[in-house]
């Protein structure tokens, strides 16, 4: 499941870094028109050209729905309820044509991965496949089949490949999550959001209570042995009451994984045009960290790792796709909007339908170059690996980043970061992943003739206070990295 813009954690912007993106996984996402400029230094480390070689995962964006939640600003086209895909029980009857939506989208969104070039000198195959959008579940498997075939065709699929799809409840029938499966999906993200029928209907959302539900049952038939459950919370009218039986009708159904996003309300939606952050109906600030609290308390008490701020997994069952974004390693994207990361060039594809179709063309003929040639600007990695690291478990591994950026950026970073060491919003961990204490860490960074990386191994944002605070840390950081003579 891909982070979304206008369904993020609570600190889902940070200064003087472009807006987060669903499409790219909490990854952000820009149109970038000129070539990056040049690495200002030698570097040789894993960090600074983690980014330039070939990618082994891809994004698909499939961007279809029943119609548009209140509080979404993605890329979609809108199918209404007219569309024999919207209706999972008819897919499959005799003679039924396929929305020509679909097919003319997805045989664009062919043409693009046919068409992509990367010039690397090998071309691994792809360890892992994400199905977003959009509800790529309104999509027919035999046209879900062509993009994999295709896929498959241009740079090969690894024998265990993680296939994810996000899919609705409401939108497709054991049948097709059986199609969907024989085609090698192997992993499922449903987006219930809420098991109350009055927030569903809030939201605008097309199914209602009693569809999760059949969902859930379909995906347990099936035999889905990896699947996720997306929840959204400080919705309009939500209490936290509302919010802690989400939570434990959840934790009953017993996904391997769950995702926890926070509202954001968006210029241009519906939700935007009516509502104010954090005024009434819409939850408080204050009211809205109970809710990331609440779920961090009850989700990791049932058994779930908080490896990334909004992901919560069984043993074994991390989201592989999505951990290629916390790593910063690079990554195909492919339909509309979607934005990949290739050579150290992030590049997002149009958002309207027209634009992207120009692009595909422009794409064939050659007059486009969205893959990078590798150059960057370390400032810009630094901060990358910094947003990156932050939103997950581990954390930032300060070797690592001194060997790539100089002990000197990680001194000033840790200096920044002494109060919140001691407040308890960062955890300081050793090679073991033991605390480090607030005065041993002060000791150290008192200290000039130590390398504060050879004694702290990790700095990591405490779950789940730190996390909240994640903006204010985050930009601390920046600060440092920017002053710096990278």
Known sequence: MMLKTTISPIFSSFTGKPRTSRLIFKAFSVVVEDT?????????????????????????????????????????????????????????????????????????LVREIKATRTGFDTNPKLETVFFGGGTPSLVPPKLVSLVLETLSLNFGLSSDVEISMEMDPGTFSAQKLKELMDLGVNRVSLGVQAFQDELLKACGRAHGVSEVYEAIGFVKECG?????????????????????????????????????????????????????????????????????????????????????????????????????????????????????YLGGLRFSRPRKLKEYTNYVADLEN?????????????????????????????????????????????????????????????????????????????????????????????LRLKDPDGFLLSNELISLAFGVIELSCL
Not at 45 to 60: D, K, R, W
Request: proline content about 5%; aromatic content about 10%; glycine content about 8%.
């Open 224 to 340: 889905v042995e990896n699947w996720s459950m997306d929840l959204i919370s400080s919705l309009p009218h939500q209490t936290l009451e509302m919010w802690e039986e989400s939570l434990r009708l959840a934790i009953e159904s017993k996904p391997n994984h769950v995702s926890v996003y926070d509202l954001q309300v968006e210029q241009g939606t519906k939700f935007g045009n009516v509502y104010t952050p954090g005024q009434s109906p819409l939850p408080s600030e204050t009211q809205s960290a109970d809710f990331y609290k609440t779920a961090s308390l009850m989700l990791r008490g049932a058994g779930y790792e908080h490896y990334e701020v909004s992901s919560y997994s069984k043993d074994g069952f991390k989201c592989k796709h999505n951990l290629i974004y916390w790593k910063n390693k690079p990554f195909y994207a492919f339909g509309l909007g979607s934005a990949s």
């Open 366 to 458: 050659g007059a486009v170059n969205w893959c990078g040639n590798g150059s960057v600007d370390l400032k810009e990695v630094a901060t990358d690996i910094v947003m990156l690291s932050f939103r997950t478990s581990k954390g930032l591994e300060l070797k690592e980043f001194g060997e790539a950026f100089g002990s000197e950026v990680v001194k000033s970073i840790c200096k920044v970061y002494e109060p919140y060491v001691e407040s308890g919003h960062i955890d300081c961990l050793d090679d073991m992943r033991r605390e480090v204490t607030s005065d041993e860490f002060k000791t150290l960074v008192a200290n000039g003739e130590v390398k504060i990386e050879d004694h702290v191994r990790y």
């Open 36 to 108: 990056p400029p040049s690495v200002r230094r030698n570097a040789s480390t894993n960090l600074t050209t983690l980014h330039q070689g070939p990618p082994t995962s891809a994004y698909v964006h499939l961007p279809f729905c029943r119609k548009r939640c209140h509080y979404c600003d993605f890329p979609i086209l809108a199918l209404g309820s007219s569309s024999s895909s919207t209706r999972p029980g008819n897919v499959y009857e005799e003679g039924k044509e396929d929305d020509p939506r679909i097919v003319n989208y997805v045989n664009l």
